[in-house]
Structure formats: C-alpha cells, structure tokens
C-alpha cells in the first residue's frame, strides 16, 4: 500500500514526487511514457520564468517561491537548470498585457524596469521594436532548462524512496475514501491518495472514474532560428513575451549556440486525438506565424533552422486547474497548466504536497478551484 500514486510523472507530478518522497511518503509514479519524454509539454530543451505576471497577479506569489524552488534544486545538481538571462515583456503602451505587469511589479515590489522602443532597441541591438511598443524588462528572470528540471526531479524522487512505473497505461481506476486501486498492465497497486497530472491524457484517465474536466488539447509548435551569436547570445540578450494586436508569442535568447527559439502562444489546432500530432510543417502557419514575427522585432534576419510540435492542454479560461475531485476526497488534479505553467511546476508540487498530507495550502488557489466552470 502506498500513501500517494501518482498519475503523470512530467512536470508537475515529478516536482510532487520528490517532494512528497523528502516527507517521507512512499509515493510511486506512474506515467504512459519515460519522462523526460517529447508527448507531453514539457520537451523543447527550455522554458521562460517571469515574475511580473501579465496574466494575473494572483500568479505572482506562486512564481517567486518558484524561483525559490528552482534555485534550491539548482544547487542539487551538478549541471545548470537556471539560466538569469532576464525577461523582457513587450506590448503596446496601453495594453492590459503591459499594464499587468507593471501593476503586479508594483503591488509585489518587483524589480522592473520599464524602457521605450527605443530603449529597448539600443540596449539589444539584436531588436528593432516599433515605436507604439515599450518594453518591461525584469532582470532576475530568465529561463528554465525543462527536460533537465525534470530529470533532476526524478533522479532526487528516486533516491528518497519514490517508485517509478513508467511506460504503463491505466487500465482500470477504483476509488473508496480511504483507497484507490489503480490497475496497470500486469500488476495492481493500491494507494490511500491519488493526484492525477497527466497533462493532455487527463480525461483519458479520468473516464475510468465516469469524470471529464474542461480541458482543450491544442496542437502547437515551436522553432529555432540561427542567429548571430553576437548579438543574441544568452550572456547579451534576454528572453522575452510579446503581446500585441491579439497576437501573443514568446521566445528565447541563443542558448548554448543552438540558436534563438519562438513560438506562439494563442491560436493553434484544435486536436481531436490528443495522442495523434501531426508532423512540424503540416499546416503553413507552422512557419508562417514565427517567420512573420522574426522579421517584425529582430534587426538581423534569421533563417529557420528546426520546428517541433507540442500540445497544450488548457482551460475555456486559460487559468489552471488544481483542486479536489468533486466527490471524491482523496483525489487531487492538478491541469491546464500548458502556455505558461511550466514556470510553475516547482511551487505546484510542493502545493501538491501540502493539500496531500494536510488539506491545505498557504498559497490562494482559490483561482484554480473547479467550481468556477459550476
């Protein structure tokens, strides 16, 4: 009998793994592939982590003891995790995306500054912004290497005790108040508490328990341009997340000398078999949508070097889900994390860990509740 399964081990539910293995708890984590793995959200080698949150400022107290948990995981391994190349967030002057920002910097006394155009375009040479654009640069973010987080994670989990059942599918899902009886391929496990993160295979697991959540699995991609290194290097450049006319993109400085790195976070195919991803390229969007962007903000022209395709799952409301299962109280789901929720899946495991062992967590995730979809 084990007091905690886990259902999908990539990046929230390894960061819960760990933690819940460090309290002590015999945890085991079952997942349908070997995580770190490219079928979920977490692949593409790297992740932004900002602080000054346009989406909301309910994030903010998340993302900063995120950081926090990044750092101490940082120093647990012997290869870099975090890279402080700062964030910069561009849009337009009056847009709520900008004014966001500025908002929750101020409310939670972040350090930001802000920058015009051309601010923004002689301190990087590397960018060319359109004078209706301002920038809002915050110099202790910068980017996440995601698959090695994950393998970090994983390799802490198992050296405090957590057990691993990768490669295996649920095939049955049983659930009284004080147990949960998980049928894999050929062995049962049993388990006093479950947390379901299985990313874009959540309602494929949560059918065994006649349970669906609002979740939209979305095709995306994501490119690698080659770029001058001297000018977009991660030592002199930053990242960044651009929000105007209704477009949202994110990117990432030359890393390593793989090149810069974009992708969109709006629009995208709507998937109807969240397992069947249609290859980089399908559709002519796939190269459109970054190409446009790189000849709008970059000073250099860039040619396409590699493009690869995810998923996002995410809510109607673009916020995540982490909650209790209705009726079911020794069951937690943690979703809908897919766009922005990477950053997160430090502080996220730890909040797991909290509402598994006490039922609650200093942190409002009242914004996460399901009962908002009621």
Same mark, same amino acid.
């Given at each position: 009998?084990?007091?905690?399964?886990?259902?999908?081990?990539?990046?929230?539910?390894?960061?819960?793994? +760990?933690?819940?293995?460090?309290?002590?708890?015999?945890?085991?984590? %079952?997942?349908? +592939?070997?995580?770190?793995?490219?079928?979920?959200?977490?692949?593409?080698?790297?992740?932004?982590?900002?602080?000054?949150?346009?989406?909301?400022?309910?994030?903010?107290?998340?993302?900063?003891?995120?950081?926090?948990?990044?750092? *101490?995981?940082?120093?647990?391994?012997?290869?870099?995790?975090?890279?402080?190349?700062?964030?910069?967030?561009?849009?337009?002057?009056?847009?709520?995306?900008?004014?966001?920002?500025? $908002?929750?910097?101020?409310?939670?006394?972040?350090?930001?500054?802000?920058?015009?155009?051309?601010?923004?375009? $002689?301190?990087?040479?590397?960018?060319?912004?359109?004078?209706?654009?301002?920038?809002?640069?915050?110099?202790?973010?910068?980017?996440?290497?995601? *698959?090695?987080?994950?393998?970090?994670?994983?390799?802490?989990?198992?050296?405090?005790?957590?057990? +691993?059942?990768?490669? $295996?599918?649920?095939?049955?899902?049983?659930?009284?108040?004080?147990?949960?009886?998980?049928?894999?391929?050929?062995?049962?496990?049993?388990?006093?508490?479950?947390?379901?993160?299985?990313?874009?295979?959540?309602?494929?697991?949560?059918?065994?328990?006649? *349970?669906?959540?609002?979740?939209?699995?979305?095709?995306?991609?994501?490119?690698?341009?080659?770029?001058?290194?001297?000018?977009?290097? @991660? @030592?002199?450049?930053?990242?960044?997340?651009?929000?105007?006319?209704?477009?949202?993109?994110?990117?990432? &400085?030359? %890393?390593?000398?793989?090149?810069?790195?974009?992708?969109?976070?709006?629009?995208?195919?709507?998937?109807?078999? &969240?397992?069947?991803?249609? &290859?980089?390229?399908?559709?002519?969007?796939?190269?459109?949508?970054?190409?446009?962007?790189?000849?709008?903000?970059?000073? *250099?022209?860039?040619?396409?070097? $590699?493009?690869?395709?995810?998923?996002?799952?995410?809510?109607?409301?673009?916020?995540?889900?982490?909650?209790?299962?209705?009726?079911?109280?020794?069951?937690?789901?943690?979703?809908? +994390?897919?766009?922005?929720?990477?950053?997160?899946?430090?502080?996220?495991?730890?909040?797991?860990?909290?509402?598994?062992?006490?039922?609650?967590?200093?942190?409002?995730?009242?914004?996460?509740?399901?009962?908002?979809?009621?």
């Amino acid at each position: 009998m084990y007091d905690v399964a886990i259902v999908g081990a990539g990046s929230m539910g390894m960061a819960a793994g +760990f933690y819940l293995a460090k309290e002590n708890e015999r945890v085991v984590l %079952i997942d349908a +592939f070997d995580p770190p793995h490219s079928e979920g959200s977490h692949h593409g080698e790297t992740r932004l982590i900002r602080h000054a949150y346009g989406e909301g400022e309910s994030y903010v107290p998340m993302a900063l003891r995120a950081q926090e948990l990044w750092h *101490e995981l940082d120093k647990q391994v012997d290869e870099t995790l975090f890279e402080p190349t700062g964030v910069l967030n561009i849009g337009d002057k009056q847009s709520d995306f900008v004014k966001n920002v500025i $908002e929750s910097a101020k409310t939670h006394g972040l350090n930001l500054e802000t920058l015009t155009a051309d601010e923004v375009n $002689e301190r990087w040479e590397g960018f060319q912004l359109e004078d209706h654009l301002m920038g809002c640069f915050e110099p202790e973010s910068g980017v996440l290497m995601s *698959e090695r987080c994950i393998q970090a994670y994983r390799d802490l989990a198992f050296d405090a005790g957590a057990q +691993f059942k990768f490669n $295996e599918q649920v095939q049955k899902l049983e659930t009284q108040d004080d147990e949960v009886t998980i049928t894999l391929s050929n062995e049962t496990i049993q388990a006093k508490k479950l947390i379901i993160s299985a990313g874009k295979g959540t309602n494929q697991v949560l059918t065994h328990l006649n *349970e669906q959540l609002p979740l939209n699995p979305t095709r995306k991609t994501f490119s690698w341009f080659q770029a001058d290194e001297e000018l977009y290097h @991660s @030592s002199r450049f930053p990242g960044w997340a651009y929000d105007v006319d209704g477009q949202t993109f994110y990117g990432f &400085p030359s %890393i390593e000398k793989q090149g810069v790195k974009l992708g969109r976070h709006d629009s995208g195919h709507v998937l109807k078999d &969240p397992m069947n991803l249609a &290859p980089f390229g399908h559709y002519e969007d796939d190269l459109a949508d970054v190409t446009s962007q790189v000849e709008r903000i970059f000073k *250099e022209p860039m040619s396409h070097d $590699e493009g690869k395709v995810c998923t996002y799952t995410n809510t109607p409301d673009g916020h995540f889900i982490i909650d209790e299962l209705p009726n079911h109280s020794n069951i937690y789901v943690a979703c809908g +994390f897919s766009g922005h929720g990477f950053k997160f899946s430090s502080v996220v495991g730890e909040i797991l860990t909290q509402l598994t062992l006490h039922g609650r967590t200093p942190f409002n995730i009242e914004p996460f509740r399901l009962s908002r979809f009621n």
